[in-house]
């Protein structure tokens, strides 16, 4: 008996052991959960929460004209279209992207509201000065309101404002760096380092369009304002009139953000937001060329645009029908005889227009477990195939709690779960 038990326990593993080793050699990225909120732990690396990513450089076959670029579904972070998209480079005004994110989460938390005054520093009016580079403009010891600033920011770019927040929601522009570096390990953005809070080139600062993805999912998830004040289509502050540097705000109903950046080392980018057909994408293109300004600034929308469309038009987003798979786990030596599993929010996933119906979902769940239980407990996991591939994988939480049952039942019990795990029942 005890040489069968063996036997069966090696055909277990050799089973499970090939399909992972299939998983691994994918070439597609899949969904994940949504960001953490911030100041929660760290988030895991992709490989740990099941996504599949291209270890080299892949090929890129709709011709996008840029150094990298990725297409991803902002509500499955599913990655649908992707090429060079782990090579590091200087951020440029993407940077500004991170500097958006702590002063949202400074005004969700109190720290910061739109009507705070912030004086402005030398330093930060330095940066004014200097008509080629963008900047809102304003002047050394005057008080702007925090919510001009965060317009200044996203919609003018301006490498002022961004020292002025900087500067008032961590005392020094250095202080905040090590802040905005701190947020980014949080979230798991391991391609990323910062070493200014506006973009301008430095030794030792990149990104990649991976992160660059990552990091405008995150804002758009958690900061609920973050759209609102990205779309704004132009800002006149100082009687200085400037128009949103996102042009595909202005040309294009679909598009409700996020950030441009350049520089002549880097070229253009861009990650784009836009929403249509139930759908919300993020487009990012790095290291776009152009010969003039207005040429790069046109070929980097272009180019973001060509994604959206090919996302747009080549897939949709479902939510998937799980409650018919997923049976309750029984509970031993607990005040309840079961559990319920749930995942923590929606399950949607996105599939090539056409295959909607082609969807699978597998459950993997023990039969029984041991009280107690926590309410958010993970005991199972579902998972989300498209022919014989998966999509996406999600934690299957209890739903409740079950406290630990009384000596009596806890005994038997304990008898029960004997001759279950006896006869492998």
């Known amino acids: 008996m005890f040489r069968l038990r063996v036997l069966k326990a090696c055909l277990l593993i050799t089973a499970l052991a090939v399909p992972a080793a299939s998983l691994a050699a994918g070439r597609l990225a899949v969904a994940q959960t949504a960001p953490p909120a911030v100041g929660m732990p760290a988030a895991a690396p992709a490989a740990a929460q099941g996504i599949v990513t291209p ?39 993407l940077a500004k992207i991170m500097t958006f994110d702590l002063a949202l989460e400074a005004m969700e938390q109190g720290r910061l509201r739109p009507e705070t005054r912030v004086t402005i520093s030398e330093n930060a009016w330095r940066l004014a000065l200097n008509n080629r580079l963008s900047n809102m403009f304003i002047e050394v010891g005057r008080q702007v309101y925090a919510k001009d600033l965060l317009l200044g920011l996203m919609v003018s770019s301006g490498n002022d404002a961004a020292v002025a927040l900087a500067e008032h929601l961590a005392g020094t522009e250095a202080a905040f760096v090590r802040a905005m570096n701190e947020q980014a390990r949080r979230l798991g953005l391991t391609e990323t380092r910062f070493t200014n809070s506006h973009g301008l080139a430095a030794p030792d600062q990149y990104t990649t369009a991976a992160d660059v993805a990552n990091l ?69 293109v790095i290291g776009v060329r152009g010969d003039a300004r207005r040429d790069g600034e046109t070929a980097r929308a272009a180019e973001a645009s060509a994604l959206l469309n090919y996302g747009f038009n080549n897939f949709v987003t479902r939510e998937v029908v799980w409650r018919e798979k997923v049976a309750p786990v029984t509970v031993y030596k607990g005040k309840a005889r ?37 309410k958010g407990q993970a005991l199972g996991r579902l998972s989300v195939r498209l022919n014989d591939r998966t999509l996406a994988g999600f934690d299957l939480l209890a739903t409740g709690d079950v406290p630990r049952a009384g000596f009596f039942r806890s005994a038997w019990d304990s008898l029960r779960l004997f001759f279950a795990n006896l006869f492998g029942r």
């Open 338 to 374: 079961q559990v319920a599993l749930a995942p923590s929010g929606p399950v949607r996933v996105t599939v090539p227009r056409g295959q909607e119906n082609a969807i699978d979902v597998t459950v993997e769940a023990p039969r029984r477990v041991v009280a107690p239980v926590r």
């Open 216 to 284: 405008t999912r995150h804002v758009i998830t958690a900061h609920p304002d973050a759209l609102r004040i990205a779309s704004v289509k132009e800002f006149t502050f100082n009687n200085i009139r400037q128009f949103n540097w996102n042009k595909l705000v202005l040309q294009d109903p679909r598009v409700n953000g996020l950030k441009t950046g350049h520089l002549p080392e880097s070229g253009y980018h861009l990650s784009a937001t836009a929403s249509d057909q139930g759908m919300s994408l993020i487009a990012v």
């Open 55 to 93: 270890e080299e450089p892949v090929p890129n076959p709709l011709g996008v004209k840029a150094r990298s670029g990725l297409l991803m579904d902002a509500a499955t972070g599913q990655v649908l279209y992707a090429f060079n998209e782990h090579e590091k480079v200087q951020p440029a005004s």
